[in-house]
């Protein structure tokens, strides 16, 4: 599976950004997609994941203000964000896993296959 991660940018706080996800040789519907972000200095933690196409999990520090979503036909997860805070500030990535179990979801270790990485930078 190859991922494909878009859509970062500079936002004010309060904005929305919508992040992108495509992956290719592998299909949304089974495996296991989800969002990271790491800031600086920071280690890499659990946004959002869209479990094997069905069940949907957010981190407490976003719930409310971000919505996963994917589109089967096009292979592509999607990552609202809206209300942006200045800590949301960070590298998002998508990963995707055909073999993480739902208790290690929110672990990076549990997760084989990375996109590049989209920044999102949120100013005050």
């Known amino acids: 599976v190859q991922l494909q991660a878009s859509g970062g940018g500079l936002v004010q706080a309060g904005g929305s950004l919508r992040l992108s996800c495509s992956a290719s040789?592998?299909?949304?519907?089974?495996?296991?997609m989800a969002w990271f972000r790491q800031a600086p200095g920071k280690e890499r933690e659990f946004v959002a994941a869209f479990w094997r196409g069905s069940s949907i999990y957010y981190a407490d520090s976003v719930k409310g203000r971000a919505t996963i979503s994917g589109d089967l036909a096009k292979s592509t997860v999607y990552l609202q964000m809206n209300s942006l805070k200045p800590e949301d500030t960070a590298v998002y990535y998508c990963?995707?896993?055909?073999?993480?179990?739902?208790?290690?979801?929110?672990?990076?270790?549990?997760?084989?296959?990375w996109g590049q990485g989209t920044l999102v930078t949120v100013s005050s």
């Open positions: 040789g592998g299909t949304v519907s089974r495996n296991t």
């Open positions: 990963a995707a896993s055909r073999t993480i179990i739902m208790s290690a979801m929110t672990d990076p270790a549990g997760y084989r296959y």
